[in-house]
């Protein structure tokens, strides 16, 4: 018997799998596909505190290996998640992380607040990195002083865990990674996109209507694979894995790397069953290699 | 219900160097499709096409547990599946989309350009069963991007337009004498490029027709949880893959 259960600042995860903002919408459009009770958690679409309409179409391009998008952060707003979506979503025995985003401080707070007494919800993923809005997002995440500045002001406002989400667009992730954890951060989560562009050379123009995008998929793998090894080595909060995750195999080097638990990204685009394949993959390799418990795994590498 | 399934290619029907319908099997019963209906193919043994590849259904048989797809080779991807060896395997997630509405007793209109035809023999069918009549009306380049005619005339009469004059009236589709005048349709449905489409949407505005059109936005997921394929709409910007592909024109803002 493998012991799948892992912990990210005192919650437990049924297992190490769970799934990435903005690549999951809220979980209902997988529920043909798989049983979303099976995931160790779900990381819902990013949420502000208004209607956002988000940005022009085209958004995404496909790359080698990976695709850009450029979504802008479109959703609803935090009351329509809570009074419309919240209510429906709340049934499957996993754990729901609301990714909330914001152009000011103000914003990030007024989100969190709006959440800390939701009874089900016991975290939230502030994204101070997304690379596809004109004001905010990255802009959080690539200052240390201002990625602080945000995870204090959450933090006197959440009484629950806060994982930050770090963009990879900086020079030195762990220096961002220690201020958000000096901060009063309870997890970070890493990597959000690499900033990255497509050129239509027949047309000579930019194929998305940002000009620039957000980069993932397997293309990126190794460089997340690299970030989450470093900033295993400079903080002491858990880390959840994020970058190219395709497999089983992928997900392990990830946790080998440091990482406590794992987000399937754009892999979900592509296999919409994939989540729990990765889950059964993890399970088995447990198995195959005499790991009783899957956090055992966790910054394993031999090196 | 939406599900993934793996399906086997029977063989492909070429209609010239660049389009073909691929017909697939499966061993299990295959899911129940509307016409404008779309899967999300994955092209198998292409390592540099990442991501699926959202097809229109042609048609489905569900006696023999055959589906068809009429593509056409526009990129790698779509060249790729039609390069495949007979029995190999595809794995394709579907139904997925909405459809086009079924009008019961009445006179429809149904306009089409490149890929865009793919759903109409499906549509002419279940409009058929309700006692509608259909009248077709195909826009293409040339004679020789003029497809599945045979198909369409079992169901109801067929107009072509052809840029060069090679077959049927010279022109746009737009500029097709049916529209001139007053058209006794109570209905359009239009699938083709944009401008195509936009073209006919406006004629049908002015005429005071309902006209629905449905788009082919570029898409990853195909399920409503990237938010890449949005359209502009009257209620905000809307995924194409699931609040469509079929739009009442009145609703797009393009």
């Not at chain 2, 002419?124 to 009549?133: F, G, N, Y």
Request: hydrophobic letters at 40%; glycine letters at 10%.
């Amino acid at each position: 018997m493998v012991n799948l259960n892992v912990n990210i600042a005192g919650l437990n995860l049924k297992n190490p799998v769970t799934t990435a903002s903005g690549t999951f919408g809220f979980g209902e459009e997988f529920e043909d596909f798989i049983d979303l009770n099976r995931l160790g958690g779900i990381f819902v679409k990013g949420l502000t505190l208004k209607n956002r309409e988000g940005n022009d179409y085209p958004r995404m391009a496909e790359t080698p290996s990976g695709m850009l998008n450029a979504v802008g952060l479109q959703n609803k707003g935090i009351d329509y998640f809570l009074n419309t979506i919240y209510p429906k979503i709340k049934k499957w025995d996993t754990e729901i992380f609301p990714n909330i985003n914001g152009s000011v401080v103000e914003d990030y707070i007024a989100v969190a607040e709006k959440l800390n007494d939701v009874e089900g919800i016991h975290g939230l993923e502030l994204n101070i990195s997304c690379p596809n809005v004109k004001e905010g997002g990255m802009a959080f995440g690539v200052s240390c002083p201002s990625a602080m500045a945000v995870t204090r002001a959450v933090r006197e406002v959440y009484d629950k865990i806060i994982i930050v989400k770090l963009s990879p667009n900086v020079t030195d992730i762990t220096e961002i990674a220690k201020g958000v954890e000096s901060a009063g951060a309870d997890a970070v989560s890493l990597v959000n996109t690499l900033l990255g562009m497509a050129i239509d050379a027949h047309t000579r123009k930019p194929v998305l209507s940002t000009i620039t995008g957000g980069l993932s998929g397997p293309a990126i793998k190794p460089v997340a694979l690299r970030m989450v090894w470093q900033v295993y080595n400079a903080v002491k909060i858990p880390i959840v894995g994020i970058g190219g995750i395709m497999n089983a195999t992928d997900a392990i080097e990830f946790m080998l790397a440091g990482s406590s638990a794992i987000q399937v990204g754009t892999a979900n685009f592509i296999d919409p069953q994939i989540s729990i394949k990765i889950i059964d993959g993890i399970k088995e390799y447990c198995s195959n290699n005499g790991i009783a418990n899957v956090a055992d795994l966790t910054g394993a590498l031999i090196t | 219900m939406k599900r993934v399934q793996d399906f086997n290619v029977v063989g492909y029907n070429w209609l010239n160097k660049d389009n073909y319908i691929i017909t697939l099997s499966s061993d299990s019963d295959i899911e129940n499709i509307d016409p404008g209906n779309f899967a999300e193919i994955k092209v198998p043994n292409s390592p540099d096409v990442f991501l699926r590849r959202p097809i229109s259904v042609l048609d489905v048989d569900h006696g023999e547990n055959t589906i068809k797809f009429y593509i056409k080779a526009m990129g790698k991807g779509t060249r790729q599946l039609g390069n495949l060896d007979v029995d190999s395997k595809v794995n394709i997630v579907y139904p997925l989309g909405n459809s086009f509405s079924i009008i019961h007793r009445k006179k429809v209109l149904i306009v089409g350009g490149g890929s865009g035809i793919a759903p109409f023999i499906m549509l002419a069918s279940k409009l058929i069963d309700v006692s509608t009549e259909v009248t077709f009306l195909i826009g293409a380049r040339s004679k020789g991007d003029v497809f599945l005619t045979d198909e369409f005339n079992k169901f109801g009469k067929v107009l072509v337009t052809t840029e060069d004059g090679s077959m049927g009236e010279k022109g746009l589709v737009t500029q097709h004498s049916i529209f001139a005048g007053n058209m006794d349709f109570d209905h359009i449905y239009t699938c083709g490029p944009d401008p195509m489409m936009k073209a006919v949407a406006q004629i049908a505005h002015e005429k005071n027709i309902p006209c629905e059109a449905s788009l082919e936005n570029m898409m990853a997921c195909g399920i409503g949880a990237c938010l890449c394929c949005v359209t502009p709409t009257v209620r905000g910007n809307e995924c194409v893959c699931t609040e469509g592909p079929v739009f009442n024109s009145k609703d797009l803002k393009w």
